[in-house]
Antibody, heavy 122, light 109 residues
Framework: QLQLQESGPGLVKPSETLSLTCTVSGGSISSSSYYWGWIRQPPGKGLEWIGSIYYSGSTYYNPSLKSRVTISVDTSKNQFSLKLSSVTAADTAVYYC??????????????WGQGTLVTVSS | QSALTQPASVSGSPGQSITISCTGTSSDVGSYNLVSWYQQHPGKAPKLMIYEGSKRPSGVSNRFSGSKSGNTASLTISGLQAEDEADYYCCSYAGSSTSFGGGTKLTVL
């Protein structure tokens, strides 16, 4: 059974870079059928797609965050990572990683990691 | 890229049916049959309930169904149960991007 687990600091200072890693277990990240995505949810608010990456390294980013976001993949470790620079309090959220089917297979997100709360505060 | 539009809240009594709408544009919902729906209980990760507009993953109750007309997708829950009380989000493929709806809180009265 495929599982995803987010890890990284729960507290980041304003203007610094938020860094999270998602570890995939129970399956290979190098599948041609899936992308791997990051989604966030500010407290009490809705879901926001951050971006997605293919095992080859091809990426798609939310235009509203593109200038600050970098998503990378390490197939040897079965992990992918998120970096969000110049963070402010508005970036405080629960960050989820999830597997995303390619468009030809339906473009759905499943499974999801349990999520990790990142707070931006000095 | 704009968020898809969902009603903030809907409610229904046990046994009744409710429908949640998800309105996008000709660049996302209207152009692709790639709308998915997610259920989220408080403090939990979202769960996939419907994909490709109307398909149910294995294990999801057949009380959940989806449809699409033009730029609007819909999720219908029939035979409402207390456990259906949750937030629901739609999501659509938009070419090189992905859009989520703002979410709808379902209250079972």
């Amino acid at each position: 059974q495929l599982q995803l687990q987010e890890s990284g600091p729960g507290l980041v200072k304003p203007s610094e870079t938020l860094s999270l890693t998602c570890t995939v277990s129970g399956g290979s990240i190098s599948s041609s059928s899936y992308y791997w995505g990051w989604i966030r949810q500010p407290p009490g608010k809705g879901l926001e797609w951050i971006g997605s990456i293919y095992y080859s390294g091809s990426t798609y980013y939310n235009p509203s965050l593109k200038s600050r976001v970098t998503i990378s993949v390490d197939t040897s470790k079965n992990q992918f990572s998120l970096k969000l620079s110049s963070v402010t309090a508005a970036d405080t959220a629960v960050y989820y990683c999830a597997r995303r089917a390619v468009a030809g297979l339906g473009h759905w997100f499943d499974p999801w990691g349990q999520g990790t709360l990142v707070t931006v505060s000095s | 890229q704009s968020a898809l539009t969902q009603p903030a809240s809907v409610s229904g009594s046990p046994g009744q049916s409710i429908t949640i709408s998800c309105t996008g544009t000709s660049s996302d919902v209207g152009s692709y049959n790639l709308v998915s729906w997610y259920q989220q209980h408080p403090g939990k990760a979202p769960k996939l309930m419907i994909y490709e507009g109307s398909k149910r993953p294995s294990g999801v109750s057949n009380r959940f169904s989806g449809s699409k007309s033009g730029n609007t997708a819909s999720l219908t829950i029939s035979g409402l149960q207390a456990e259906d009380e949750a937030d629901y989000y739609c999501c659509s493929y938009a070419g090189s991007s992905t859009s989520f709806g703002g979410g709808t809180k379902l209250t079972v009265l």
